[in-house]
Structure formats: structure tokens, C-alpha cells
């Protein structure tokens, strides 16, 4: 890979090579959704900055379903944004049932109360261990 | 890959610190069934939103497959933060281009005057932020 990025459009970021694998697998992890070989550090403070978690596990996440071919960079950013928007929702409200209990720590059956409550947390009924 | 999907599980550290920004401390059980139901979530979400670029015949998953997806799986809630945070990530990607564009002038200019080369970086500053206001207007 060249020492300066190619200028190519963000939405179609992966879909040059029109394989279905990692387009660039010599490439390092995109975790600041930075397909670019900009300096480690500052790709580093984007990341922390706009998403917390990294992109390079929510990819992995998605090229695990079999009908999914290519996704670009913003779309693994909003997955990874908008799952954190989840885990903080599911965490304020399991928290409703911990206070309810009197207490200060989130147990697993306040998780399990708010998922069974909450018909937008229908879908991950029968999924956790 | 041997493993199940829902072994992809996401960083420990990250789940809990935004759990404890959100509400309070989880306990080691409820932290790894929230994981796990990130996790799902994901899985969940891509699933959904590539029926939405499927049925626009498209092989690539983009950002408003997934706004559809959110709507679709009754999430509402999280399209204006997640437009904000998509037009954040928009000009950071913007600002990171520009910024290598221009360290690869800078290195090109170093070999000749180095005055030059601060009244470039100045221009190019200009230019920048003319580009981040447009920037503005757009999301709006």
C-alpha cells in the first residue's frame, strides 16, 4: 500500500476489488474506520472520539452472516454507534430493576426483566446463554 | 470461522465503561449477557439492513441500509443521534484527507523554501474551514 491513501469516495470504500473477502487484508485494522494509512496515533483519537467500539470487531460481526457481501465504512460506524446507543438503553434499563431491588449493581435477572418488559428487546429473547 | 458468531464477543472494557456511563456498575454476569447482547444486536441489525440493500439490488451494505434497519427493529430513537454522529464521522474522514494531502505538500515543499510552505499551510487552513461550514449547512 502507497504511503499516502487513495482518494476514493467513502461509501464504496470496500467495494473496489468486488471480492467478497477483506479487500485489503494486508491492510492494518480499520478501527477508526480510516481506510487510510494516516499516522496510528491520530487514527486512534478519531476512534475514541466518534465511536467506542471498534470497528474492526463490528466487521467481523457483520462478514459473519453469510448474505452479506460488502459493507462500507459508514455503515460499520453507524452499526458500532448504533450499538452502543443499545448497550446504553439496555443498561438504563435494567437499572430500573436493580433500583427496584434496592440495589446498586446490575445483576442478570435485572437484564433478563428488562428484555422480557421491553417489546424493542424482543428479539434477543432465547438468545443469551 | 470454527466459532459461532456470538463468540465474536466485543471488548470487555469498552461494554462496561459505556454500561457504567449509562447506569451503574454491572456485575461480571450481567456485563458478559450484555455483550452477548450486543453482540445479537449486531448480527440482528446487519442481518435487516441488508435486506434493505437487497432489495435495492445492491451488494453493498451503505449507512442508510442501516437507518432502515433501525426503524425497522422499532429503534426509532436512534436515527438522530446516529445522522449526527454519521455527519461527525463524515468531516472527520473529510479533515483526515485533507490533513495527509497536505502533510505530503508539506514534504514536497521542504525540499525548496520554507516559507513558502507556512503561507501554504495558512491558505490551506482558510480553505479548510470554508469546507466545514459548508459541511454544516449540508447536515442541516
Redesign the interface.
Known amino acids: 500500500m502507497a504511503a499516502t491513501a487513495p482518494v476514493a469516495p467513502a461509501e464504496s470504500e470496500l467495494d473496489r476489488s468486488g471480492a467478497e473477502d477483506e479487500p485489503r487484508s494486508a491492510e492494518p485494522e480499520e478501527d477508526a474506520g480510516n481506510g487510510q494509512t494516516g499516522p496510528t496515533a491520530g487514527a486512534q483519537q478519531q476512534q475514541h472520539r466518534l465511536a467506542k467500539l471498534p470497528l474492526s470487531r463490528i466487521k467481523a460481526l457483520m462478514k459473519a452472516d453469510p448474505d452479506v457481501s460488502l459493507a462500507s465504512q459508514e455503515s460499520v460506524f453507524i452499526i458500532a454507534k448504533a450499538t452502543e446507543l443499545f448497550v446504553e438503553m439496555i443498561a438504563k434499563d435494567a437499572l430500573v430493576y436493580a433500583q427496584q431491588g434496592k440495589r446498586k449493581t446490575l445483576q442478570r435477572k435485572d437484564l433478563d426483566n428488562a428484555i422480557e418488559a421491553i417489546d424493542e428487546f424482543a428479539f434477543l429473547e432465547g438468545t443469551l446463554d | 470461522?470454527a466459532e459461532r458468531?456470538?463468540d465474536?464477543n466485543?471488548?470487555n472494557a469498552?461494554?462496561t465503561?459505556?454500561?457504567k456511563?449509562?447506569?451503574?456498575?454491572?456485575?461480571r454476569?450481567?456485563?458478559?449477557?450484555?455483550s452477548?447482547?450486543?453482540?445479537?444486536?449486531?448480527?440482528?441489525?446487519?442481518?435487516c439492513?441488508?435486506n434493505f440493500a437487497?432489495k435495492a439490488k445492491r451488494?453493498?451494505?451503505?449507512?442508510g441500509?442501516?437507518?432502515s434497519a433501525?426503524e425497522e427493529?422499532?429503534?426509532e430513537?436512534?436515527l438522530q443521534?446516529?445522522r449526527e454522529?454519521?455527519e461527525?464521522?463524515?468531516k472527520?474522514?473529510k479533515g483526515?484527507?485533507e490533513?495527509?494531502?497536505q502533510k505530503?505538500k508539506d514534504k514536497e515543499k521542504k525540499s525548496s523554501s520554507t516559507d513558502e510552505n507556512d503561507k501554504s499551510r495558512d491558505e490551506e487552513e482558510d480553505e479548510h474551514m470554508d469546507d466545514e461550514q459548508e459541511g454544516e449547512n449540508e447536515g442541516e
Do not use: H, W
Not at chain 2, 21 to 27: G, I, V
Open positions: 470461522m458468531p456470538e465474536l466485543l471488548p469498552v461494554i465503561r459505556i454500561i456511563e449509562a447506569s451503574t456498575c454491572p456485575l454476569e450481567a456485563r458478559r449477557a450484555i452477548q447482547a450486543a453482540s445479537v444486536f449486531v448480527l440482528y441489525a446487519t442481518s439492513a441488508n437487497m451488494k453493498t451494505l451503505n449507512a441500509d442501516v437507518m433501525m427493529m422499532e429503534f430513537r436512534f443521534p446516529l454522529a454519521l461527525a464521522y463524515k472527520g474522514q483526515k484527507k490533513a495527509s494531502e505530503r
